[in-house]
Structures are given as structure tokens and as C-alpha cells.
């Protein structure tokens, strides 16, 4: 089956290009765009709001928000509306979130607990339904929508890479956005922990949409592509330290150097952290380099049951990210397809 083409935008860029890329995107045959919820960055509906009245059919929502920063009744009104402005094109992305919490006073308390909750009152508020219940992270006492939604149940995603969450996911989403394993061997085992959760509720393995996000900076300057994405992998290390334990899934293991600097009290030194990440390690997460060389990459990555692919664009600097989106969907997505296809035949 030939995965959906999703696309991930980080709300760091100005609206005016959002639209242009979402346009775009949408001309290449994008069928999502995921658009992030961060505290102190663009504010997420504003942006999805404009690529809804810009766009006509592309799939859109936050990648992702959290019961946190949001109460859920605030996040399902959001959503509803956005499914209105977009006549039915919302998708909820949900995490547990982290970029902003300590600057607010917030805790990731019960994630688990947290993301079922959520899920559960978002569902029935969009359904119509006057809700109340009192839960471990989460709570409401008669809440109901002043208005008819356009649809009563809109599409939930969770972007996970926690075995307990992926197991989750597979007993209450519609779908998953596994993040940066481009590794296959570990893409079975959340696989298998999706399996889990499906089994549990007794579903249909067809019902769930398994999405495998990607992030990418595509440029025929390889070593200007590859120093960006090893920046941006020590800054995601250091910024999980040190909850590192889906690196074992990974295969992945840290230089010791890298470690200590990733533990430094005050203030690990990215740069330094950077050049301390090998080549492997980099490309077991991210993709890298020429058109060619992503396409090689992304080939091996597939795994058969990947039905959406979401790239998250990287640009060189002095680049444009438009130019990575067009790359991936022109260049490197057919041509990894071709060497999947070859490579099964073989």
C-alpha cells in the first residue's frame, strides 16, 4: 500500500509562509498538514485557521497539543470550529506535550491517564453530549457546546514513541504518528505494542491509520544537510535527557561524551554536543543529505505497514523549506517507493 504524504510546520515561521507551503503542499498532493501547538511560539488554530481558507483539501490540526496546556474542553471547541472553517477537514494530533511547561508551572502528571481522559470528553462533547466526570487529570462538571459540530466524531492522532502510550493509541485512536524511527527492526516493536492495544479493544487492525514522522533537510550540499539534522537531533537528546529509554528500541547508543554534556547543570553546549553525535546515530533518526541519498534512506525505513508518511522539512541555511517539501514529494518519495518495490521483489 502506497502511504498518504503528511507534512509537520513549526510554528517558528510567519503565517504568510505557512500558507504559501500549505498551498503548495496541497498542489503536490499532501494529503496532511500538522501544525505545532508551543507555548510561546505562533498560536496553533490562528495558523490552521488561515491554511483552511486557503487550501480546499488538505487534512489539518495540531501536531501536536496536550491535556495540559489546554483543558480538553477548550481543545475540542477549538477543533470543532476548525471542522467547521474547514467543512470537515480537522484531525486532533495529541502528545503530552513539554515546550513551555516549565516557564508555566506545568507537570506531565499521569500521561496515560491524562491522554484517555482526554480523548474520552473531547469525543463526547463533539457529539453533542453534556459531560461531566471527575477524573485522575482532567475534569469537567456539565460542559456542552452551544453549537452543533459539523461532524460528531473528528479523527484522533497521538504522536507517541512511549511503548505504553503506542499501546494506548491502538485501543483508543484512530491513529499514530510514530516519530524518527528509521530503523524497521524498531518500528516492529511499536508495531507490536499497537497490536497490543487493538487486540485489547478488540478492533480491527484496518481501523488504525499507522503514520511514521519524519524529519528531514534534503540539499545536494550532504555535509550542510547532515551538520543541520545532527544539531537538531543533540538538541531533541538533550532536551529528553534523561528519558532516553526508547533509544534501546532505537538500537541507539550515546557516546559517553555526549552524555556528560547532555547532563551538564548549567547549560549543555549544543555545538559541541552536535559534534559529538556519529553519522549512524544521526541517520537512525533523521534523514539527511542529496535527493538520492534521502531516497536510500527513506527506502529502508519503510516498513510494509506505514500508511501515512509525515515529513517534518529542515532547511539549510540560507535555504528554503519549500524547497525540501517539493524535493521529498517530486524526488525522494517516488524513488524510495521504487527501491521498496525492488527491493520486495527481490
Known amino acids: 500500500m502506497k502511504p498518504t504524504l503528511g507534512i509537520l510546520l513549526f510554528s517558528e515561521g510567519p503565517i504568510s509562509e505557512l500558507v504559501e507551503i500549505a498551498r503548495e503542499a496541497e498542489d503536490l498532493g499532501y494529503h496532511y498538514l500538522w501544525y505545532t501547538d ?35 474542553a477548550i481543545t475540542a471547541a477549538a477543533m470543532a470550529t476548525l471542522d467547521e472553517v474547514s467543512n470537515g ?15 508555566l508551572g506545568l507537570e506531565r502528571v499521569l500521561p496515560i491517564a491524562a491522554m484517555r481522559e482526554t480523548v474520552t470528553m473531547i469525543r463526547a462533547l463533539t457529539r453533542g453530549e453534556k459531560v461531566t466526570s471527575q477524573g485522575k487529570v482532567v475534569s469537567i462538571d456539565g460542559g456542552r457546546f452551544s453549537f452543533k459540530p459539523v461532524r460528531e466524531e473528528i479523527p484522533v492522532y497521538f504522536a ?53 514522522r519524519v524529519e528531514a533537510c534534503i540539499d545536494d550540499d550532504d555535509e550542510k544537510a547532515l551538520d543541520v539534522m545532527r544539531r537538531r537531533v543533540a538538541s531533541r537528546l538533550i532536551s529528553q535527557y534523561p528519558h532516553w529509554d526508547y533509544l534501546d528500541e532505537l538500537g541507539v547508543t550515546l557516546p559517553e561524551a555526549f552524555i556528560e554534556v547532555a547532563k551538564m547543570q548549567d547549560g549543555p553546549d549544543l555545538p559541541k554536543a552536535s559534534s559529538l553525535l556519529p553519522v549512524d546515530v544521526v541517520e537512525s533518526m ?61
Open 38 to 72: 508551543v507555548r510561546f511560539a505562533r498560536e496553533c488554530y490562528v495558523g490552521l485557521t488561515a491554511v483552511a481558507l486557503n487550501t480546499t483539501s488538505l487534512k489539518i490540526g495540531p501536531g501536536v497539543t496536550d491535556p495540559y496546556s489546554r483543558h480538553p
Open 89 to 103: 477537514r480537522a484531525v486532533l494530533g495529541l502528545g503530552t506535550g513539554g515546550a513551555g511547561f516549565k516557564e
Open 160 to 212: 507517541t514513541h512511549g511503548p505504553q502510550m503506542t499501546r494506548l493509541a491502538g485501543e483508543i485512536a484512530d491513529g499514530v504518528l510514530i516519530a524518527n524511527t528509521l530503523n524497521p527492526k524498531a518500528f516492529d516493536f511499536y508495531v507490536g505494542k499497537l497490536t497490543e492495544g487493538l487486540v485489547k479493544a478488540q478492533r480491527s487492525p484496518d481501523s488504525l491509520d499507522i503514520g511514521l
Open 286 to 346: 533523521v534523514l539527511a543529505g542529496n535527493p538520492r541519498r534521502v531516497s536510500e534512506q527513506l527506502a529502508r525505513a519503510l516498513h510494509p505497514r506505514v500508511t501515512q508518511l509525515t515529513l517534518r522539512p529542515h532547511a539549510v541555511p540560507g535555504g528554503k523549506l519549500g524547497s525540501v517539501v517539493r524535493a521529498f514529494a517530486e524526488e525522494v518519495f517516488p524513488e524510495a517507493l521504487r527501491r521498496r518495490a525492488e527491493s520486495v521483489a527481490a
